[in-house]
Structure formats: C-alpha cells, structure tokens
C-alpha cells in the first residue's frame, strides 16, 4: 500500500502562484508515474499533468501549459506542481495520483489508470 498526502493548496489572489507537493510514503519501491488531477465544483474530475518517475516525461493538459510546471524528486518520493499565473478557472481540489507498474493499456491522462489517489488540497483562485 502507498499513501499519498499532497500540501500546499490555499488562497491566492488571480496572477499569484502556488506550489504544491505531493509525498508518498509506504511501499513505494516500484513507482512508474505521478499526475495531478482536479474538480471544480460541479464539474468533473479531469487530467492536469503528469510526469514519468524515470526520465522526468511529462504530459500537460492544454490549458496549463506555460503556466504550470510538475517536477519530481524521487529521493524524496514527492511530486512538486508549481502553477504561475494563477486564474479562477483553476480553482479546484487537486489530487495527486500514482501508478505504480507500467501497464500496455496505461494513458496518462485517464484517472482510471491510476492505483493510489490522495485525499486532495484545496486551490482557489479570487478574481
């Protein structure tokens, strides 16, 4: 089992940054790939980003390139997404993710892939 905790959600006013993290703790000696995921109120779930373990690929969704960033740090386990530019639009609860053994039918993108979720972190964005 792996546990997931990200961090660093909060209040920000449109234009600022934020940066979270995410740490995985427990058995995480196989780790194949991280991503974030978010859901507005009302809306549904949907892909942000997301980063290979080995080699650091990443996959972002159209509308956060430029303006977010995933890295990693795989002595530590954690998972970093540091958001610039910040709009309303984003503001959601964004949860962390990870697929621990690569799999042929895998898309970074689909949540469904994915075998450990964390509990998420609250983003809002004022205007």
């Known amino acids: 089992q792996v546990q997931l905790v990200e961090s660093g959600g909060g209040l920000v006013q449109a234009g600022g940054s934020l940066r979270l993290s995410c740490a995985a703790s427990?058995?995480?000696?196989?780790?194949?790939?991280m991503g974030w995921f978010r859901q507005a109120p009302g809306k549904e779930r949907e892909f942000v980003v997301a980063i290979r373990l080995s080699g650091s690929t990443t996959y972002y969704q159209d509308s956060v390139k430029g303006r977010f960033a995933i890295s990693r740090d795989n002595a530590k386990n954690t998972v970093y997404l540091q958001m610039n530019s910040l709009k309303p639009e984003d503001t959601a609860v964004y949860y962390c993710a990870l697929k621990s053994r690569w799999t042929g039918a895998f898309r970074y993108d689909d949540g469904e892939g994915y075998d450990y979720w964390g509990q998420g972190t609250q983003v809002t964005v004022s205007s």
């Open positions: 427990g058995r995480t000696s196989t780790m194949y790939s």
